[in-house]
């Protein structure tokens, strides 16, 4: 038997999904009924905030996978080529090999959405960012670098993902993070 908590993560992913194609604003109540199989009664229920509070699951969703399978590794996984490889692994895994839209990058470019969850997506972006160019300065490369490091990863990532996804070739994200990948390897001290 379904736990109501499986149920409800099962319900916010669906409805990251439906975000993901349509966007915030172009995702309707009656897809979100469709797609989850709840009742507006239902949905109200656990989302009292309506249509913005389902966002905030979503990316809160979103966030929890990353802390587990991308930050976490890089703040507590040694050695760092080992770190390196898992959070490309996972971020690969994630989107699905660049056929998976990032929602804290659609909600950042959608103008529904960018000034509601603005701090949201930044602290996401930045907790990236951080989490990466610490496990760099753990390496010995100094702080400015390992900065310019991990945004330019992070962005690259980003980047390669919304590329990819316009020009209908998932092959270029995975060239674009195995060059990612390289780029940090290379950087490391011996």
């Known amino acids: 038997m379904t736990s109501p908590l499986s149920d409800h993560e099962e319900t916010v992913t669906r409805i990251g999904e439906l975000f993901r194609v349509h966007g915030y604003s172009g995702t309707s109540l009656s897809q979100i009924t469709e797609a989850t199989g709840k009742g507006k009664g239902s949905l109200y229920h656990f989302f009292p905030g309506g249509k913005h509070d389902m966002a905030e699951q979503v990316l809160a969703q979103v966030d929890a996978w ?21 959070m490309f692994a996972a971020v690969d895994a994630y989107y699905r090999a660049g056929r998976r839209a ?17 701090r949201r997506i930044n602290v996401f972006f930045r907790r990236w960012i ?38 209908e070739t998932p092959r270029l994200f995975g060239r674009m993070m195995e060059r990612a990948a390289a780029t940090l390897l290379d950087a490391l001290p011996e």
């Open 102 to 118: 990032c929602l804290m990058g659609a909600f950042a470019q959608e103008s529904a959405t960018r000034e509601q969850f603005a």
């Open 130 to 167: 951080i989490a990466l160019r610490d496990m760099l300065r753990r390496t010995g490369i100094e702080g400015g670098r390992a900065t310019y490091l991990a945004e330019d990863t992070v962005a690259a990532i980003q980047g390669a993902l919304v590329v990819s996804q316009a020009l």
């Open 66 to 86: 990353f802390a587990q399978h991308v930050f976490d590794v890089l703040n507590h996984a040694a050695p760092p080529r080992d770190a390196i490889g898992r």
